[in-house]
């Protein structure tokens, strides 16, 4: 399904915090819009894949946001997971991680539970 575009300008006007998805894009981040089943947006996507690791955001309504880090290879998984509604808040944090190896960089993978939906 297409989604009418509209401008960038026009968008953070109507919702300032869209700011740090114009942000993230500038600094590499690629963006996607994805659809439910019946064709309807279910959320916008972004991620910025390194190396080691790839970092991604899932913003579902002006209320709801994830981020998440995952590491790659054998053993990976979900090393950082948060999940709230302040888009600015998470963006932040997930862009202030420490790259893996580094002092202070999120290394334990989260293995999920029978309630723990991504």
């Known amino acids: 399904m297409a989604f009418a575009p509209i401008t960038e300008a026009s968008?953070?006007?109507?919702?300032?915090?869209?700011?740090?998805l114009?942000?993230?894009r500038?600094?590499?981040?690629?963006?996607?819009?994805?659809?439910?089943?019946r064709g309807g947006l279910l959320c916008i996507a972004g991620c910025r894949c390194h190396r080691l690791h790839t970092d991604a955001?899932?913003?579902?309504?002006r209320f709801h946001v994830v981020g998440v880090r995952?590491?790659?290879?054998?053993?990976?998984?979900?090393v950082w997971l948060r999940d709230g509604s302040d888009l600015t808040e998470i963006v932040r944090d997930l862009i202030a991680l420490p790259a893996p190896g580094?002092?202070?960089?999120p290394n334990?993978?989260?293995?999920p539970n029978a309630?723990?939906?991504p």
């Open 11 to 20: 968008a953070v006007a109507r919702f300032p915090e869209l700011a740090q």
């Open 22 to 24: 114009a942000a993230l």
């Open 26 to 37: 500038t600094a590499g981040w690629r963006f996607r819009p994805l659809a439910d089943d």
């Open 57 to 61: 955001l899932y913003v579902f309504d």
């Open 70 to 78: 995952l590491l790659e290879g054998d053993g990976g998984g979900v």
């Open 102 to 105: 580094e002092p202070g960089a």
């Open 108 to 111: 334990l993978v989260m293995r």
């Open 115 to 117: 309630l723990w939906l």
